[in-house]
């Protein structure tokens, strides 16, 4: 077996540093777009499958609570619950937090890919940008 060239192992480490640096920065993001649109038709449509039992439908309901603050002080707030709702109109199951991980987690794995494929993208012109400050550094001394 054939060892492994420099700048195949190099190549390698500038993509995960690349990989590492835009995914500190895609990730929250993507997790925080997937918190904000959690609630919507479009999310609660897409998870449905994987939740509802077959010949139901995914409904949303919005209810109004209460909740602690920092202070320890009761706030307004509201609350969505997912609903699995048959043809005759019963309530079959109701999910009020498994579909937002789910959302959540599917869109931080789409930023995840996203990551991946600007590290790729971006791997040879930060490794052309590191080898030339590497041979600015070895010039000066």
Do not use: H
Not at 8 to 29: K, N, Q, R
Not at 39 to 51: G, S
Not at 74 to 96: F, I, L
Request: charged share 10%.
């Amino acid at each position: 077996m054939k060892q492994a060239t420099t700048g195949t192992v190099s190549g390698c480490l500038v993509w995960i540093i690349a990989f590492f640096v835009i995914s500190m920065c895609v990730l929250p993001v993507s997790m925080m777009v997937g918190g904000f649109t959690s609630v919507t038709d479009f999310a609660m449509q897409t998870v449905a499958p994987l939740i509802c039992p077959e010949g139901t439908s995914a409904e949303s309901r919005t209810y109004a609570t209460t909740t602690t603050d920092e202070f320890g002080n009761s706030q307004p707030s509201a609350a969505y619950v997912m609903q699995c709702v048959d043809s005759s109109g019963n309530v079959v199951k109701e999910d009020s937090v498994v579909y937002g991980f789910l959302w959540i987690g599917m869109i931080a794995g789409i930023g995840l890919i996203l990551s991946g494929v600007l590290a790729f993208v971006l791997a040879a012109p930060a490794g052309v940008l590191i080898a030339k400050l590497i041979s600015r550094i070895k010039k000066t001394t």
